[in-house]
């Protein structure tokens, strides 16, 4: 895989487009270049565009930890992580675009690009999009963006993660790994391999076991938990539910026979009562019979005079017409006078209205020659009124303009004035501060070896701690293995290993050879002396061996001072070399030693550093601020005079039209006494046309009157004749009716209009009335013959009492003690039979859980294994396991570079730990530890490590193109030189090599270059030069 070219387009502070095209010269040819620039000029924004290409991710996105959310524009946000972030700001649109050669050895082009919608800087942030074309095919592939992702991954063979530690190679992590603690070396190691599975697996393993240990731990209390009875228990509670069950339907028998008895008592009770009520009932309906019979002889009567009510009642109403009709003959000849006053009236209104129109017209026609004359100087008026107010406009935005310019001129006068001050302040500052001015261009350089100089110091510190530490350790080894000596010489003189030999070959009566005797006392303590002797024997046994671990632990203390001294002084001499170049260049500052000392060196010199740069910029600024103020200040004056000039003449102007207007209203006003003329015309007209409307109206309401009139002279001659035909109808039938009431037994007028005037519902209401009463009584008979039979019927049962005394009150209280004494008895059945079905449920749950509780141990056993030998709560213990194996093969890929590198060197991991220590092949294969390489062995180990990571993640490719970032700004001149060495040896490997330094020593040794110069507002273009 090969990169060969990366473009972009407003990505970060590269404004604009831009290109890096490693197939055109000088890149093409140059094997090693430097990417340089200054700190935030946009050296990693390339290596952003060139993952965001290839992978629609950046690093600097993928290092953000958290998921924020960060301001946009039109008050949106966009979270941190998010690739779109590095578009710039202020534009519309931005691509990434990088040309490569695939695994199959084809040439491809990649393209991600967003933009604002509309492509307008302050339109909304709309979705990224990818392109891949096959560039040897000359065709686009078509598909989804997740789609193309996966192929560019096919097509280059890594992943995202993988091209990062692949081609993008960070020698600087490797450089903490190599010194980091015991703790901390698998974390680095897995964050550089990639394999953070490992730990996720141990973890889970060891949540597993849990879990499964917490299911087993529940299932066996659960099953402890439930409740079941013995045999003995159960048997005898089964006998008990026999024995009290037929107890139960005993009670039940009796019951059932004292409820009958009770209920025929109360059902006698019942019976005797409403038999009594009914025979009330009858006789009450008896009584309200003979009280109604007034009532029906009523009835009797109003049917009888049915026959005359016909005529009656058209008598009635006649009399009433009549009288109708006499009032409304008064009234009609009443109304028929009131018109004829009101067209009397009417006539009179007409007349006077006639008058008025002629009135009218004669004025009309004497005031139209003025009404013309008016409207032609209403036209000039409002002509000269135009004019005016366009010459009142004309003279106040004129004035406005001066007005604008006068305090824009002071403006600009004032802000020259005070961006003076503001130079002349930092031109005093610059001059105070002259003698940083040689330090300013260093300070990054100062502030590394200053870094370099305390670490170097804290180092040695360090050491000479642990010297003093492993010189207490000896000491204490030594007065230890003193004592151990004593010890031995004592247990020796205890009982000397050749005398209890020698005490064995005695034989009573022969002469011992040390002393002469021929008795020997001693002889028979043989056994207890063997004891003795094999635990004095024992006891200087464990003496010896204490006392060679000591020897060895002593010989390691020693070894370990000189090695630490070595590294207490070769830390020594670094930093005193560091100081010495910092002395070079603060020579002039005095005190820097003891702000050196008090920790706080640095951070004066970046923030004086900072301070310089920041006030150069802000000088430069202010300068050029000045010379466009002087430009805009003479610009001004000048729109001042002209806008002076402009102003006087429109002011005259507006004079001439003023006087124009006052001319015109002051003839206008003699006319139509200032009225308008239109609305002299037009009330005029109205008024003739209210006149002519009013004269309609009044010959209208003249006719409508006389209409009334001959309308009224008909309605009374009608009227007359109705009361003439009423009269002669009523006549005929009070003959009628008096005929009829003298044949009928002293009938009077007023009885039988009386009788007549019963209303039909009424009557019908009153006949259902009395045919109710005569109903109810037949109702009651019936009711008391019916329950004089029931009560006959019941008396005979075979259920009636016997005895006098079982009354009922008697019987209910033989009925409340067997319901008591049932109710008991079938609570004990009752929990009886809940205990029986609890037991059968509990042995039921236990068959249930007894499968699942093997199957639970079982698996528990097994994930217990799992977890001693792989689980942990943090998966440091699988972790640091795979992580072994991963270094191992990763010191073998490093290994194979550092020999192409330095074949001096070679790494190797200390058995069962993640530490390395360094083979040096010059010191006769002598063991190192990695502390004590300097800063350029440093260098090129943990380059070798880096460049082994890139082979052990490309292992089935070639990676052609590689870019290194981190680790030259803090090495030496020395250093570096071995460092550019190293490089220029992988450079012959056949691999182009970009490195990315703001080094000056680079910048020299390295003659091809892709500079980024920043320049003002935040921006910076891209140069490729070749020295």
Not at 66 to 86: C, H, L
Not at 126 to 153: D, F, P, V, W, Y
Not at 684 to 699: D, G, H, M, P, V
Request: hydrophobic share 35%; charged share 30%; with cysteine.
């Amino acid at each position: 895989m090969k990169i060969l070219a990366i473009r972009g387009k407003n990505l970060a502070s590269l404004e604009g487009e831009f290109e890096i095209n490693f197939t055109t010269e000088p890149l093409k040819s140059a094997g090693i270049y430097a990417i340089t620039g200054s700190t935030g000029s946009g050296k990693s924004t390339l290596l952003d565009a060139l993952c965001l290409a290839l992978f629609d991710e950046m690093p600097r996105t993928n290092q953000a930890g958290e998921n924020v959310a960060i301001p946009d524009i039109n008050n949106k946000t966009i979270n941190q992580k998010d690739s779109r972030t590095i578009l710039r700001k202020g534009t519309g649109e931005g691509y990434a675009e990088v040309e490569f050669i695939s695994l199959g050895g084809e040439r491809f082009r990649s393209t991600w690009s967003v933009k604002r919608a509309k492509g307008k800087a302050d339109g909304s942030l709309q979705n990224s999009e990818m392109r891949l074309a096959n560039l040897s095919a000359n065709i686009e592939i078509s598909g989804k963006k997740t789609e193309l992702l996966i192929h560019i991954t096919e097509l280059i063979g890594f992943s995202f993660g993988q091209f990062t530690r692949a081609v993008l190679l960070t020698q600087g992590d490797f450089a903490t790994f190599l010194k980091a603690k015991q703790s901390e070396k698998a974390e680095l190691l897995e964050k550089l391999t990639g394999t953070t599975i490992y730990s996720r697996i141990s973890i889970a393993i060891y949540e597993k076991s849990k879990k499964a240990e917490q299911d087993l731990s529940l299932l066996e209390e659960r099953i402890k938990n439930i409740e079941v009875l013995s045999e003995e228990q159960t048997e005898q509670l089964k006998e008990e539910k026999k024995a009290t069950d037929e107890k139960i339907s005993h009670l039940k028998n009796t019951l059932s026979l004292l409820t009958e008895k009770i209920n025929w008592i109360k059902q006698d009770t019942l019976l005797r009562h409403e038999l009594a009520e009914s025979q009330k009932q009858l006789a009450d309906s008896q009584k309200k019979t003979d009280e109604a019979k007034p009532r029906y002889q009523y009835i009797h009567q109003i049917e009888s005079v049915q026959e005359i009510r016909d005529s009656f009642r058209t008598l009635q109403q006649s009399k009433k017409q009549w009288e109708e009709s006499e009032i409304n003959l008064s009234k009609n000849e009443n109304d028929r006078q009131a018109n004829a006053s009101l067209l009397e009236q009417a006539k009179q209104a007409l007349s006077a209205c006639e008058k008025e129109q002629k009135e009218a017209e004669d004025l009309f026609a004497k005031l139209e020659p003025d009404i013309l004359k008016a409207r032609e100087l209403d036209v000039q008026l409002k002509s000269a009124a135009t004019n005016d107010a366009e010459a009142r406009k004309e003279v106040e935005v004129a004035k406005s303009s001066k007005e604008k310019l006068e305090k824009k001129l002071a403006s600009f006068l004032k802000e020259k004035s005070s961006n003076q001050t503001n130079i002349d302040e930092l031109n005093h500052w610059f001059e105070q501060s002259k003698t940083f001015a040689e330090i300013a261009p260093h300070t990054d350089l100062l502030v590394n070896l200053l870094n370099d100089a305390q670490t170097a110091t804290e180092q040695s510190e360090n050491k000479r701690q642990l010297i003093e530490k492993e010189q207490s350790f000896l000491k204490e080894d030594n007065k230890k293995l003193d004592i151990l000596r004593q010890e031995t010489d004592r247990l020796n003189k205890e009982l000397p290993t050749e005398i209890a030999a020698l005490r064995e070959k005695l034989q009573e009566g022969i002469p011992c050879p040390v002393c002469g005797s021929i008795h020997h006392p001693l002889q028979g303590n043989n056994e207890s002396s063997r004891l003795k002797e094999e635990e004095l024997n024992k006891a200087k046994q464990i003496n010896v061996e204490q006392i060679n671990v000591l020897i060895e632990n002593i010989e390691k203390e020693k070894n370990r001072i000189v090695e630490l001294t070595t590294l207490t002084e070769t830390y020594t001499k670094h930093a005193a070399e560091a100081l010495a170049k910092v002395d070079e260049y603060l020579f002039l500052w005095s005190s820097w030693r003891e702000l050196f000392k008090q920790g706080v060196l640095q951070k004066r010199l970046k923030k004086q550093s900072e301070k310089w740069n920041n006030t150069t910029h802000t000088l430069t600024l202010l300068k050029r601020t000045g010379d466009n103020l002087d430009i805009n200040i003479l610009n001004e004056q000048k729109n001042l005079q002209e806008a002076n000039q402009i102003f006087e003449t429109q002011k005259q102007k507006q004079i001439q039209t003023e006087a124009i207007l006052t001319r015109l209203s002051e003839d206008r006003k003699k006319l139509l006494n200032s009225q308008s003329a239109d609305e002299t015309a037009r009330y005029q007209a109205n008024k003739k046309r209210e006149i002519t409307e009013k004269l309609k109206l009044l010959s209208d309401n003249k006719i409508k009157h006389i209409s009334i009139d001959k309308s009224f002279n008909g309605r009374i001659e009608q009227i007359k004749s109705e009361i003439i035909q009423l009269k002669s109808q009523i006549s005929h039938l009070e003959t009628a009716v008096s005929d009829w009431m003298a044949t009928q037994n002293g009938m009077t007028y007023e009885y039988l209009s009386e009788l007549l005037s019963q209303s039909n519902d009424w009557l019908v209401s009153e006949k259902h009335f009395l045919d109710k009463l005569k109903e109810s009584e037949t109702i009651d008979k019936a009711t008391v013959t019916e329950r004089e039979k029931n009560l006959t019927i019941h008396c005979q049962a075979s259920i009636k009492p016997k005895d006098e005394n079982e009354t009922q009150t008697f019987l209910e209280a033989e009925q409340e003690s067997q319901n008591n004494l049932l109710e008991q008895k079938n609570t004990r059945s009752n929990e009886i039979e809940s205990l029986l079905s609890s037991h059968t449920k509990g042995m039921e749950k236990i068959n249930s859980f007894e499968k699942d509780l093997i199957e639970k141990r079982e698996l528990s056993a097994n994930w217990k294994k799992l977890n001693d030998l792989l689980g942990s709560a943090n998966g440091t213990k699988f972790k640091e396991i795979a992580q072994g194996y991963t270094l191992d093969t990763l010191l073998v890929y490093s290994n194979s570079h550092l020999e192409q590198l330095s074949d001096r060197y070679a790494l190797q991991r200390i058995p069962n730990t993640l530490a390395l220590q360094v083979i040096d092949r010059d010191m006769l294969d002598e063991v190192r530890t990695v502390h004590s390489l300097s800063g350029g062995e440093s260098f090129l180990v943990s380059l070798a490590l880096a460049l082994g990571l890139s082979s052990l993640s490309s292992n089935r490719m070639k990676v052609e193109s590689l870019f290194i970032d981190e680790g030259f700004g803090s090495l030496d001149r020395d250093t570096l030189q071995i460092a550019m060495n190293a490089l220029e040896r992988l450079q012959n490997q056949g691999r182009k090599i970009g490195i990315i330094s703001h080094v000056p020593e680079i910048m020299e040794r390295i003659r091809t270059q892709v500079r980024v110069v920043k320049s003002a507002n935040g921006k910076s273009k891209i140069d490729i030069v070749s020295a």
